[in-house]
């Protein structure tokens, strides 16, 4: 929030006001513009990892402003005390009454550091100045784009790289019961996935054919902001909820904080999505309105370590290039740290994939020709002279069978784990999605899958994906190109070459590869199961090698290393 906007929540309302005369006294009122009573400040902690975040606060008591999230502002200033970098960070209303602010900041390295937090309400201005340490904990920071190898991510921090194995858990904040939340997160991670998509303020008709309905339990009614008052206000209704778009529905930012938190504990990255096309209840485009709502995300969550932004589900739906552009730089210019932003449209063309802001794609595209359709958008990602790591995040959901994917094929586990292969054979990175079929509020009522994160011991997909993240994650990926040419029969091969050759036999059987000579280990891979079985040690003296027939049926991977080097 820049200082332009501050000052018209607090100190230019002074233009405002409302003069009455009674007898010989003259009153001036000036709205929302009322000196506080009592501030008070706090800092959460002296001592602290770098990447963690310290939260100074404040209390207010007395007179507070009338609308806590237009009528007053707080602002930090944070510095290290041995370098001119500053970082400048917005803080947020906590309370509804306005009886608490915060200001969060995720030291990026360790060191000393110093700030000062300033509360403007009305003509009024409170100042805190305060100190922290950041030391070096070893904790992952954000994700970024591999600067050597742009197609890839990296750890801010440990420069460890990030195998990208997302699900959607869309609505995982509907849940009522926190520990069902928890759960889910836990379960997702202990079957390696490391990325969930989660809406922000999306709401929806469950028209999807799915057992799911809203009811007790869990609704995706999301309320990111109140309804108003009386007749206008009605939360449950998906189309009409009278939203206030002035305030923010504090209970429900501070629930998905602690979803937040607990994913962060274990290394996995919540993509933060905006808003989605379904409802058609959204703020005015570019309004005031929808700043306040991206500013206040922004405020609440950029200070964990562990989020990307996308800016809507079906973005083009309902949002026009224009303003995906302009908000996508917005956010940029609001983030002190830069998270990684995408978008999310049904058309996949207008992307726009050469912009500062825009760090990788979020493709839709549900054919089961993924590989070639993988392949031919990293050809244009090379063509517009800008690289950036390749993602299809919609290409499947288990057992979901929309009107408009008809003769699409099976959406069974089994076929959307080999289309996962496909994609990451490609050299991009995917996400999909559990089957919904075992219901919410719906018998048997211990399902949800990719439309709120819940599963139970039936959903079996990702234990199939499971195997394809440990073997890519057994060799360095991020070097190898997707190099078909140097294996026959429609098989695929990222390789460095001379070095290493990652083979994907989508229907088993051999495979002939062209080889530089040398001594190679080579390891089968049971694409299914995860089981491996050590090749013989190869000395290829030719510039090509057959191999013997893989061990079983189905798909199978193969990694071969040259020992010379």
């Not at 390696?192 to 609704?219: D, F, H, Q």
């Not at 940029?332 to 830069?338: A, E, H, L, R």
């Not at 001594?519 to 030719?542: C, F, H, M, Q």
Request: hydrophobic residues 35%; proline residues 5%.
């Amino acid at each position: 929030m820049n200082d332009n906007r501050q000052l018209l929540g607090s100190g230019i309302r002074v233009l405002l006001l409302i003069v009455v005369v009674v007898g010989a006294v003259l009153f001036i009122f000036i709205p929302g513009g009322l000196a506080p009573g009592t501030v008070t400040f706090s800092q959460s902690a002296a001592d602290l990892d770098a990447y963690d975040f310290v939260e100074v606060s404040v209390y207010v008591s007395g007179r507070r402003a009338r609308n806590p999230f237009t009528d007053a502002t707080l602002l930090g200033t944070f510095e290290k005390a041995d370098g001119p970098q500053k970082w400048r960070v917005d803080g947020f209303s906590d309370a509804e009454d306005g009886s608490v602010y915060r200001v969060r900041f995720m030291p990026p390295v360790s060191g000393d550091y110093t700030y000062e937090v300033q509360y403007r309400q009305g003509l009024s201005r409170k100042t805190f100045a305060g100190k922290f340490h950041a030391r070096s904990g070893g904790r992952r920071g954000p994700i970024r784009v591999d600067p050597k190898n742009r197609w890839h991510f990296v750890w801010e921090g440990t420069g460890e790289h990030y195998f990208f194995n997302g699900t959607t858990a869309y609505w995982l904040i509907g849940w009522r019961d926190e520990h069902v939340i928890q759960s889910s997160i836990e379960r997702l991670h202990q079957l390696k996935i490391n990325r969930l998509r989660v809406t922000i303020a999306g709401r929806t008709s469950l028209y999807y054919g799915e057992p799911v309905m809203a009811g007790t339990s869990w609704t995706p009614f999301i309320t990111a902001w109140p309804s108003r008052a009386g007749n206008l206000g009605r939360p449950d209704d998906i189309y009409y909820p009278g939203f206030d778009y002035s305030r923010f529905q504090v209970s429900y930012w501070q629930k998905f904080e602690r979803a937040l938190r607990f994913a962060r504990d274990r290394d996995m990255i919540f993509s933060l999505v905006l808003d989605m096309n379904d409802s058609r209840v959204h703020p005015a485009p570019a309004s005031d309105d929808e700043h306040r709502f991206i500013q206040y995300a922004i405020a609440r969550f950029a200070a964990f370590s562990n989020i990307t932004w996308d800016l809507g589900d079906d973005l083009d739906q309902y949002r026009d290039d224009a303003w995906t552009h302009a908000t996508g730089t917005l956010i940029k210019q609001w983030d002190p740290y830069q998270h990684l932003a995408t978008s999310h449209p049904v058309d996949n063309v207008h992307q726009d994939r050469t912009s500062p802001w825009f760090d990788f794609t979020s493709f839709q595209e549900w054919s089961r020709t993924q590989h070639a359709f993988m392949l031919a958008q990293r050809q244009r990602q090379q063509s517009l002279g800008r690289i950036i790591p390749q993602t299809n995040e919609e290409y499947g959901y288990e057992d979901h069978y929309p009107m408009w994917a008809k003769g699409l094929g099976s959406e069974s586990a089994d076929t959307l784990r080999r289309t996962a292969w496909e994609i990451v054979m490609a050299g991009g990175y995917q996400t999909s999605g559990e089957t919904a079929r075992r219901g919410t509020n719906v018998w048997p009522d211990t399902g949800g899958g990719w439309m709120n994160g819940r599963g139970d011991d039936t959903m079996t997909i990702f234990q199939g994906y499971a195997h394809m993240v440990d073997f890519f994650t057994s060799f360095e990926w991020w070097n190898t190109e997707p190099h078909d040419e140097l294996v026959n029969n429609g098989n695929y091969c990222l390789a460095k070459p001379g070095e290493l050759y990652a083979i994907y036999l989508p229907h088993g059987g051999n495979v002939t590869v062209e080889l530089s000579a040398g001594k190679y280990e080579g390891v089968w891979w049971d694409a299914s199961t995860g089981r491996k079985i050590a090749l013989a040690p190869l000395n290829v003296t030719a510039p090509s090698w057959t191999s013997p027939a893989a061990p079983g049926s189905g798909d199978w991977a193969l990694l071969l290393r040259n020992n010379r080097l």
